[in-house]
């Protein structure tokens, strides 16, 4: 119903600016990607899931008009069972006191969906930037996770990787190289409901680095409670920092912030990292994750396990990913890519990209986990997913 609403209010708006749609030139665009996740776990039956999406991206106007749509719909639908057994990312006891809890240890996807991912209206004049509409609002330089986006939630057991727009109007000025203040309004049902953000971003060329500070105020719905094991809703107030350029030769990152909420104790969030490509063209990555909003060491609570399940929030203090990448030939890269912590449970994913046509890619990733039994990466999974996907 809210995407529906959006896509009427954008139509609406167009024709309050008296720029009805039928005199636009649209420019229409998109891919069809298939998706097979063959999977095995020590302690469940293999499965398969089979996914398909069509994602339409519909734009008018450009980089030189004033005013500009852009919106894209998705069409995802499941040809194999929505049931998802969650117990293989669970240690064995986690799963146990779910299932004497009386907590569902089984997911639903919707079989079919069909929503409006974005689409907002751009106003440019000058330094000026006037955005609105469902969009995306992440910010942050790291790979593995942004502490700093406060805006979007993953769930994690959706193959097709979505990570759907927010309804915002977001303002932005920008000047010189890199300076940039941005500020964001996101509705919600009441005003004192409403969420905000304000982002003031430079660029010091004496050190060649780009640095930005961040406030955000969220309706937070990441955290369960301990108590009731239903979904806590709260307000989280961040202030944050980010920053990226070169040391040493290496490419560095950070970003993390400082978070308030109302029933949590107030924790700190960071992610650091660095990168370098050697002569041969190998690329080389190692970043870290500090979380304090959880425990130090396994046996994680299993309040915290649902929060990395449903929402994606990290079930671990520390984590860190270390990725190798290299093109193979013109047409192919591979990389391998390892998550782990301090708990002794690892994770290995190698990765293949490869160019099949002029508009088709092909990918191909695994994940294998190994180590301590009530780690963050429970041992004994094991999958394989192959990514067709063709463009237009």
């Not at 910010?139 to 193959?159: A, E, R």
């Not at 890519?337 to 002029?358: E, H, K, N, V, W």
Request: charged share 20%.
């Amino acid at each position: 119903m809210r995407s529906i609403f959006n896509f009427f209010s954008v139509t609406v708006l167009l024709c309050i600016l008296d720029l009805p749609v039928s005199v636009l030139a649209v420019n229409i665009s998109g891919y069809y990607e298939n998706t097979l996740l063959p999977e095995y776990s020590d302690r469940t039956d293999e499965g398969i899931l089979d996914a398909s999406k069509l994602r339409l991206d519909f734009k008018t106007g450009g980089a030189e008009d004033e005013l500009e749509f852009k919106g894209n719909v998705n069409f995802i639908s499941y040809h194999t069972d929505v049931n998802l057994d969650v117990t293989p990312y669970l240690p064995q006891i986690v799963a146990d006191t779910l299932t004497n809890r009386g907590i569902p240890v089984i997911m639903t996807l919707d079989k079919n969906r069909i929503f409006l991912d974005n689409a907002y209206l751009t106003w440019r004049s000058g330094g000026f930037r006037v955005r609105v509409g469902i969009q995306q609002l992440s910010w942050g330089p790291g790979y593995s996770f942004n502490p700093t986006d406060l805006f979007h939630q993953k769930n994690l057991l959706d193959p097709t990787y979505e990570k759907e727009g927010v309804t915002a109007l977001r303002l932005d000025y920008t000047w010189g190289i890199g300076g940039r203040i941005t500020g964001i309004y996101a509705p919600s049902g009441k005003l004192e409901g409403s969420e905000y953000a304000l982002r003031a971003a430079t660029h010091i060329s004496q050190i060649g680095y780009d640095i930005a500070m961040t406030i955000h105020q969220v309706n937070d719905s990441t955290s369960i409670d301990p108590g009731t094991y239903q979904t806590c809703y709260q307000k989280r107030r961040a202030l944050g920092l980010d920053f990226s350029g070169e040391l040493l030769g290496l490419g560095v990152w950070f970003e993390g912030n400082y978070n308030s909420v109302e029933y949590e104790d107030d924790f700190v969030r960071t992610c650091a990292g660095f990168d370098y490509t050697l002569v041969n063209g190998l690329y080389l990555m190692l970043e870290g994750l500090y979380n304090g909003r959880t425990e130090y060491s396994a046996p994680y609570p299993a309040y915290d396990w649902l929060e990395y399940i449903y929402y994606g929030e990290p079930v671990s203090m520390y984590r860190f990913m270390a990725g190798a990448k290299k093109d193979l030939s013109n047409f192919v890269d591979g990389s391998l890519y390892c998550f782990g912590g301090t708990d002794g449970s690892y994770m290995l994913s190698p990765r293949i990209d490869a160019s099949i046509a002029q508009n088709a890619d092909l990918t191909l990733f695994g994940m294998a986990s190994f180590g301590a039994k009530d780690g963050q990466f429970p041992p004994g999974y094991y999958s394989l997913t192959a990514r067709v996907t063709v463009y237009f």
